[in-house]
Antibody, heavy 115, light 108 residues
Framework: EVQLVESGGGLVKPGGSLRLSCAAS????????MNWVRQAPGRGLEWVSS????????YYADSVKGRFTISRDNAKNSLYLQMNSLRAEDTAVYYC????????WGQGTLVTVSS | EIVLTQSPGTLSLSPGERATLSCRAS???????LGWYQQKPGQAPRLLIY???SRATGIPDRFSGSGSGTDFTLTISRLEPEDFAVYYC?????????FGQGTKVEIK
């Protein structure tokens, strides 16, 4: 069974940093593109970033470019999102999702940026 | 950036009725890399359709997707009580991989 479990969310002050993790199991993690997608409270889905299976190709939304860094450790079956210079508008549930078509999603982790 | 515009914003229908949801792109979507997702309150999204018209694993055949280029449609042939939710389209052929703003299907 495919499982994606996010962790690392919490309350952080504006300008602060946070590192999200996504633990994958039930499939060969090293062969799949992975994504981060977020959803602000009461709002729609926003794609954040994608990373190819071998980390050769990395893409970011303009809203996070230069502040967020996606990475992965295929030996640990884990996906990461390093978030720096956080703003109030980054407040959202952050989901990791498998494959370019996002065929499986985790349950999400809430990031709240507030003073 | 490819902008996806979903219509209508809200669809009010009764169980058993047919639902037709539209997703229009500002530019042609590469190789029909268009997906449809269902999201219920408090839950993660679920992939329904990928490649514009292929049903994801375990998705009932009352859900179907069609279209190409800039015009895409999700059809639910007969609404079941569990189908009332918000539906999003996403293009994943070009970065940034944009989502539409969503269509809420509510009980009339």
């Amino acid at each position: 069974e495919v499982q994606l479990v996010e962790s690392g969310g919490g309350l952080v002050k504006p300008g602060g940093s946070l590192r999200l993790s996504c633990a994958a199991s039930g499939f060969t993690f090293s062969t799949y593109t992975m994504n981060w997608v977020r959803q602000a409270p009461g709002r729609g889905l926003e794609w954040v970033s994608s990373i190819s299976s071998s980390s050769s190709y990395i893409y970011y939304a303009d809203s996070v470019k230069g502040r967020f860094t996606i990475s992965r450790d295929n030996a640990k079956n884990s996906l990461y999102l390093q978030m720096n210079s956080l703003r109030a508008e980054d407040t959202a549930v952050y989901y990791c999702a498998r494959e370019t078509s996002s065929d499986y999603w985790g349950q999400g982790t809430l990031v709240t940026v507030s003073s | 950036e490819i902008v996806l515009t979903q219509s209508p914003g809200t669809l009010s229908l009764s169980p058993g009725e047919r639902a037709t949801l539209s997703c229009r792109a500002s530019q042609s979507v590469s190789s029909s890399y268009l997906g449809w997702y269902q999201q219920k309150p408090g839950q993660a999204p679920r992939l329904l359709i990928y490649g514009a018209s292929s049903r994801a694993t375990g998705i009932p055949d009352r859900f179907s997707g069609s279209g190409s280029g800039t015009d895409f449609t999700l059809t639910i042939s007969r609404l079941e009580p569990e189908d009332f939710a918000v539906y999003y389209c996403q293009q994943y052929g070009t970065s940034p991989r944009t989502f539409g703003q969503g269509t809420k299907v509510e009980i009339k």
